[in-house]
């Protein structure tokens, strides 16, 4: 219920559920503005998180004019939730973001990046299906196995190697075969605006599974989708979604050692979804430690206050440049430390980094495969 003095959002009306998230950004000193990767890769005020959910306010109140300039800034985030970690309020800045562009491309402002992710969705669901029908192939796959494994679309499509890693892992870990879910988990429809679509691919992603008795997932991405952004949709899946690093951090008995090779080290880059996302910061550690032996080297800013990589929030879609520069700033921080090999457990990360740098860049379901390998010889 609205107070006698607010003003209503005219413009945005949908943005109305989302009021004191606005005002709670509208009205504050800013102190979250340096946690803020695409602010500190491109600084402009617009681009705080201040600026972003304040041209959300004033255009849902019909203040400042739908065009692009009061309308792109709400995909100038990448979701990683850096400023919900520095708010005393702990604001949720990127739903709230999420429901802007929603309403702006409802109103037709959106940016080209986002149009063309809506436009393609269904030529990359379709690319993404023959991708794991590829993957079908492996040893552990049997199609009407209890377990669905979401290796997920990046991996199936562009880190072939690392989603037979997931598949192998999965099973393993199981001691039974498993099937492959076949669709993308439809996230990239949220993030480009169009939430009617998202819900709607959640429940056809639903339905896929709906015989299935649980459900392994490893990309941090579309473990948030399955755990945080369906039942927000208002589609509850009825099996349990269990993330690979998870189970594989209450099976770490059963995971071997495996040797470096001399002088070399190894650094954990906590993924923004798995960490400040779902909360899960110890699992990956506990996992490295186990298998190399020691724990793993960390970067300054890691788990809570860890950087983002850039890849996320479709932002490399929405402003590639300012993506690159966020994903450099991280490789700059990696070898300022000493270098060495990178471990992460987000095939957005996982690409992003080795787009732009040739040090050693792995996946750690990688190392979970390689070692539960080595426990069964």
């Known amino acids: 219920m609205k107070r006698p003095d607010q003003r209503e959002m005219r413009t945005l009306p949908v943005l109305e559920e989302r009021r004191r998230e606005l005002e709670t950004c509208v009205f504050c000193p800013k102190l979250c503005r340096s946690a803020c990767p695409v602010s500190n890769a491109e600084p402009r005020e617009a681009l705080t998180p201040w600026g972003k ?32 970690e520095r708010c005393d309020h702990r604001n949720e800045v990127g739903p709230t973001l999420l429901d802007a562009r929603n309403a702006q491309r409802k109103k037709g402002h959106a940016p080209f990046g986002a149009t063309r992710v809506l436009n393609t969705f269904d030529r990359h669901n379709r690319a993404t299906e023959e991708a794991i029908r590829e993957l079908n192939y492996h040893k552990s796959v049997r199609r009407d196995a209890d377990t669905a494994v979401l290796v997920g679309c990046s991996y199936a499509r562009a880190a072939i190697p690392e989603a037979r890693d997931v598949v192998t892992a999965a099973a393993v870990l199981a001691g ?12 990239p429809l949220l993030l480009a605006g169009d939430q009617d679509r998202f819900s709607a691919h959640a429940k056809q ?37 269990e993330l690979l690093v998870e189970h594989a951090a209450r099976a770490v008995t059963r995971l071997s050692h495996v040797p470096l090779k001399a002088n070399e080290t190894v650094r954990y880059h906590d993924p923004c979804q798995l960490g400040r996302g779902l909360g899960v910061y110890e699992a990956p550690r506990a996992v490295l430690g186990r298998i190399l032996g020691e724990p793993p080297k960390e970067f300054d800013d890691n788990r809570q206050k860890g950087m983002c990589s850039g890849a996320g929030g479709l932002l490399p879609s929405t402003m590639p440049e300012v993506a690159k ?53």
């Open 176 to 187: 039974e075969e498993v099937c492959l879910s076949e669709s993308c988990c439809g996230l």
């Open 205 to 241: 992603f639903r339905k896929s599974v709906e015989v299935k008795k649980r459900i392994v997932v490893h990309d941090a991405g579309c473990a948030m989708a399955l755990r945080v952004h369906y039942p927000r949709a208002g589609v509850v899946l009825s099996q349990p979604v």
């Open 325 to 377: 520069e966020i994903t450099v700033q991280r490789l700059s921080d990696h070898v300022e430390l000493g270098g060495g090999r990178i471990v992460t457990a987000c095939a957005s990360s996982l690409l992003a980094f080795r787009t732009r740098t040739e040090l050693p860049i792995d996946d750690i379901a990688t190392w979970i495969a390689r070692s539960l390998e080595a426990s069964r010889v």
């Open 53 to 84: 959910m304040s041209l959300a306010y004033f255009v849902a109140h019909g203040d400042v004019g739908l065009e692009p300039s009061t309308t792109d800034t709400a995909w100038a985030c990448t979701g990683c939730y850096a400023c919900r």
